[in-house]
């Protein structure tokens, strides 16, 4: 039975590990920010007129009016 438990255990890390993660988009919020920090997390941003870019974190994206909302992590290429 320590076994077959084993073997079950394994088979569901598997399968959570394969199930697609959600994604969160962050909004952008008024007032926009007008000094960020010095920090690279980078951002995949949402432009308002379509189209999307990478900025160095969330706060350097959201001090552009350009930009509505972001996706953490880098755009796909």
Do not use: W
Request: hydrophobic content about 35%; aromatic content about 6%.
């Amino acid at each position: 039975m320590r076994i077959a438990l084993g073997a079950l255990a394994a088979l569901f890390i598997v399968g959570c590990q394969t199930q697609p993660t959600a994604t969160l988009v962050t909004q952008c919020a008024e007032p926009r920010p007008q000094v960020c920090t010095m920090e690279y997390a980078p951002v995949c941003a949402d432009l308002t007129s379509g189209g999307k870019k990478q900025y160095s974190s969330g706060c350097n994206a959201c001090a552009h009016d350009s930009v509505s909302g972001y996706l953490n992590g880098e755009c796909p290429e």
